[in-house]
């Protein structure tokens, strides 16, 4: 029977607890992240306070709280029905990016305790030239990075849809402890899951190498504060030629293989590790499941990824990198990489400890290259959100050094957004912003 006090994590959401897990015990806030809104205007905040508590009372596990036993018991969310999200408003005395970006910075640092905190938080930052961003800040045990999108659209309905007999009565919510990864992950049959799981394993079988990343080879802690911020943008017109550009490359206008290209050769040419032609760059791509339109799961996670990996060798040519992550990706989804992960996260949940010691090892010997993502365009919809047009929306993630630097980019307003988080005790501020610079640099250039 489903549980109407509680949410249980699925898979995905159990590998976001342990990697959060391992951050928090290596001295780092946590597996945080952002979504920031600018509107071009003032909120109604009395109206979204209301429209915040109606968000509440379906989706209660925004106040709950992190009930983890250990062992193989499965960890959930503890609805507290009783208490309704607070907004945060502040007002602020500077109107520029850079400013939100330094207070949005701290929000990062800021250590965030599931079993005693809200795993999401939202601030109303009212700015002094009469506009507003809301900025969501939340786990990623909680959410993926596309589920924010659709938080806002929710949020949206309720602020508008004004009746209290429009909420849904509380009876009527959807199965609390359903596993949306487990109903997808089951509707392959047992032999393709356990040939995906295989190509996975394969895939790792190699001579240990440590990928190339911007954190200098003589700093051998963890570093998880000061935080750094940086976004800069494609406007219409560059993210039209940009657009035409991969079509011509790849047959389609997916711009992943080209942000991945331009990101490993931004790392190449800024990072303090000495290179050879065969020096290693390597990351994950998270993949979205939820096909096109649909909206739930809001919040939980409901993703899985594949990997994306080069030779110095390969990036010397930006549109030949280009081609060859696109190959690359083709292959990993032709290969059931994607599926085969999501059926390695369903075996590994049950084991926390294990994946915990793993994770934490990987991160130390064999980090990413840097932690990235592409969000895909911002869900429809959302270019006016509480009565005000929508100026900027994007996501930020956690950083960590090492790696030292996470890249992030969506498509918004019909431009496209470029979003570095860092870590400035390990990467000066100076080179994570050249390093952005560089990736809008090979975007650009015809």
Known sequence: MPQVDRQTLNAADRLMLVAHNGLRGVGHAGFICQTHAWLTGRVDAPRLRAALARLHRRYPVITSRLEDAGGRSVPCWRFRRDAPPTL????????????????????????????????ISFHLLHLPDDRDVLVLVFSHVLMDGKAPEFALKELDRFFHEESPDD????????????????????RFDARRRRRAAWNVIRSHIRVPQRPV??????????????????????????????????????????PTPALVAAAFRAVAARSPVKQTARS????????????????????????????????????????????????????????????????????????????????????????????????????????????????????????ISPPGVTLQANQSGNGLNIMLTWIESAVPRATAVELVDRVIDDLTRP
């Open 167 to 186: 909420d849904p009565p509380s009876d009527s919510e959807p199965a609390s402890d359903g596993d949306e990864m487990a109903a997808h992950l089951y």
């Open 280 to 399: 290693l760059f390597q990351t994950d791509l998270p993949l979205n499941l939820r096909p096109p339109g649909r909206t739930e799961p809001i919040f939980r996670n409901f993703m899985s990824f594949v990997q994306m990996s080069a030779r110095k060798s390969h990036l010397a040519d930006r549109d030949d990198a280009t081609r060859m992550f696109n190959a690359q990706l083709r292959d990993q989804i032709r290969r059931g990489i994607d599926l085969g992960n999501l059926q390695m996260m369903h075996v590994m949940a049950p084991r926390a400890n294990m994946l915990r010691k793993h994770i934490i090892a990987r991160m130390k010997n064999q980090p990413f290259t840097l932690g990235f993502g592409f969000l895909g365009p911002v869900a429809p919809g959302l270019n006016r959100i509480f009565d005000q047009d929508v100026r900027w929306l994007y996501s930020l993630n956690s950083a």
């Open 213 to 254: 990343i911007m954190t200098p080879p003589e700093m051998k802690n963890w570093l998880g504060s000061p935080y750094g911020i940086c976004v800069r943008r494609l406007d219409e017109a560059q993210t039209d030629v940009l657009m035409q550009r991969i079509r011509r490359l790849c047959g389609f206008a997916n």
């Open 88 to 119: 945060h408003e502040s007002t602020r005395a500077e109107s520029g990016e850079a400013a939100i970006w330094a207070y949005a910075a701290r929000l990062f640092e800021q250590p965030l305790d599931l079993e005693r905190m809200d795993p």
